[in-house]
C-alpha cells in the first residue's frame, strides 16, 4: 500500500470524527431542547427506558455488521465482481429487514415483562406512558437495520461521508419536532426520532442505488452463510462487553451513596472520546485492511497494521497525558455547580483520571480487532470477550477494597490493555499463518 492509501486511511478517519463530533453536537441540542420543553417529566422517564431497549438491539445486533459484511463484501469485489457482492448485500438487508420485523413482533409482544425489567424502579406515572411510548418507536430498528447495511457497503466501497453525516438528519427533525410541536410533549420527541431514522434509512438506500450495480438477484446461500459465521460471535461478544459496564455498576453499588452517580459523571467524557476517535478510525481501515487480504498482500497488511498501530499508541498517550493531568480542571469547569461541590469534583476527576488511561489501549484494540475481521476470524472475538468481562469483575472486586471508586475505572484501564496484548498476539499467529499457506 502506498503513502497516498495510508494518507487516505487518516483522512478517511478525521472526515468520520468530524462528521460524528457535528452529529453529537446536533443531538446535545435535541437534549437541551427536551430538558426545555419537558424537564424531568414522567413521560422523559419512559422514552428513556423504551429507547434504551431499541438500543440494545440496534448496538448489540446491528452494531457488529460491518465487521462481519465489509471484508466479505470486499474480497467478493475483488474476487467475482461489483455484482457478486452487491448481491451478497442487497440480499444481507432484506434477510434482516426481515429478521428485524421478528424482533419487532416479538419484542412488542413481550413488552410489558421486558419493561417492567428494564425500568423496575419507575414511578407509576411512567409506567402509564412506558407501553405506549416503546410501541411508537419500535419501528426505529427496521430502519436502523436498513441504514446499518447500506451504510456497510458504502463504507467498503470507500464511501464514509454519508453514513457519517446521516445520523445528523436524526437529531435535525427531533429538533424540528420539539420546537414546532411543543404541545406533543414526549410524542414530538418520539416522532422526531422515527420520522430521522425513516429519512436516514432512505438517504442511505438511495445512495448505494446511486453509484450503480446489480443489488438483487439469485440469493447467495452460501455467502449468507460465510457472512452470519463472522456476524453471529460478534454478537455474543457485544453482549459480553454491555455487561460490563452494568458489572461496573452493580460493583459501585456496594459503595456509600452517590458513588454510581460519580461513575457516570466520570466517564462521559472519556466514552465520547474513545467513541470517536476509535469508531472513526476502525470505520476507516476496515475496507483498506479487508482489500489487502482479499488481495493476499501480507507484507503491505503487516505494514500498514503495524505502522497505524505504533503511530496511534504514541499519539494516544501523549494526548492521554494531558488529559489525565488536566482531569480535575475539567471536571470542575463541567460540573462544579450548585450540588456538584469541590469534594465531588475531586472524586469524579481521580475517577475520570483512571478512565483516561483507557483510550491508548481501546482504540488500538479496535484498530486490532478490525485486522482480525479483515482475516475473516471473527469467531476469535466471542472468547476474546469473555476473557474482558471475567477479568473486570475480578479486576473491580480486587481493586474496589484498595482503590474505592476510581479503582473500578483503573480496571477499565487495565482490561483493555491486557485485551489488547492478547488479541495481537492473536492476530500476529493468524498473519503469520496466512503468510505461510502462499
Not at 62 to 87: M, Y
Not at 239 to 245: E, K
Amino acid at each position: 500500500m502506498s503513502r497516498a492509501d495510508m494518507r487516505g486511511i487518516a483522512q478517511a478517519a478525521l472526515s468520520i470524527s468530524s462528521l460524528t463530533f457535528l452529529v453529537k453536537i446536533l443531538g446535545m441540542g435535541r437534549e437541551m431542547l427536551v430538558a426545555r420543553n419537558l424537564g424531568v417529566a414522567p413521560e422523559v422517564d419512559a422514552f428513556v427506558v423504551a429507547f434504551g431497549l431499541v438500543s440494545l438491539y440496534i448496538n448489540v445486533f446491528l452494531g457488529t455488521v460491518p465487521a462481519a459484511l465489509v471484508p466479505l463484501f470486499v474480497r467478493l469485489r475483488t474476487q467475482e465482481g461489483e455484482s457478486a457482492a452487491r448481491r451478497l448485500g442487497g440480499w444481507a438487508t432484506i434477510f434482516a429487514l426481515g429478521v428485524t420485523l421478528c424482533a419487532v413482533l416479538v419484542l412488542n409482544l413481550a413488552a410489558r415483562p421486558l419493561l417492567s425489567i428494564a425500568g423496575p424502579g419507575l414511578g407509576p406515572e411512567a409506567k402509564v406512558w412506558l407501553l405506549p411510548v416503546f410501541r411508537a418507536i419500535s419501528p426505529l430498528m427496521v430502519f436502523s437495520a436498513v441504514s446499518t447495511f447500506q451504510g456497510a457497503i458504502l463504507n467498503a466501497e470507500g464511501g464514509f461521508v454519508v453514513p457519517a453525516l446521516v445520523p445528523g438528519l436524526t437529531a435535525v427533525v427531533s429538533l424540528g419536532a420539539l420546537y414546532f410541536f411543543p404541545g406533543l410533549r414526549v410524542w414530538a420527541l418520539v416522532l422526531g426520532v422515527v420520522a430521522g431514522g425513516a429519512l436516514e434509512a432512505t438517504v442511505l438506500v438511495w445512495a448505494v442505488a446511486r453509484r450503480g450495480g446489480r443489488i438483487a438477484g439469485p440469493i447467495p446461500w452460501m455467502r449468507l452463510r460465510q457472512f452470519l459465521w463472522q456476524f453471529s460471535p460478534m454478537v455474543g461478544g457485544g453482549l459480553l462487553m454491555c455487561s460490563t459496564n452494568l458489572v461496573d455498576v452493580g460493583v459501585a453499588s456496594f459503595l456509600p451513596p452517590g458513588g454510581i452517580a460519580a461513575l457516570s459523571y466520570a466517564n462521559r467524557i472519556p466514552q465520547a472520546m474513545v467513541s470517536l476517535s476509535a469508531g472513526a478510525l476502525g470505520t476507516a481501515v476496515l475496507p483498506f485492511f479487508s482489500q489487502l487480504v482479499a488481495g493476499k498482500d501480507w507484507k503491505g497488511l503487516r505494514k500498514v497494521a503495524g505502522t497505524y498501530l505504533l503511530g496511534t499508541m504514541t499519539l494516544a498517550i501523549l494526548l492521554t497525558t494531558g488529559l489525565v493531568l488536566g482531569s480535575r480542571f475539567m471536571v470542575a469547569l463541567l460540573f462544579q455547580h450548585g450540588a456538584f461541590g469541590a469534594i465531588q469534583t475531586t472524586l469524579v476527576g481521580r475517577v475520570q483520571a483512571m478512565y483516561f488511561l483507557q483510550i491508548p489501549f481501546y482504540i488500538c484494540g479496535i484498530l486490532v480487532v478490525r485486522l482480525i475481521s479483515a482475516l475473516g476470524h471473527n469467531e476469535i472475538l466471542l472468547p476474546a470477550a469473555a476473557f474482558s468481562a471475567i477479568m473486570n469483575l475480578c479486576l473491580d472486586l480486587l481493586l474496589l477494597p484498595h482503590m474505592g471508586l476510581p479503582g473500578i475505572a483503573l480496571s477499565t484501564a487495565l482490561v483493555h490493555l491486557f485485551t489488547l496484548i492478547l488479541l495481537s498476539l492473536w492476530a500476529l499467529r493468524l498473519l503469520r499463518r496466512a503468510e505461510a499457506a502462499v
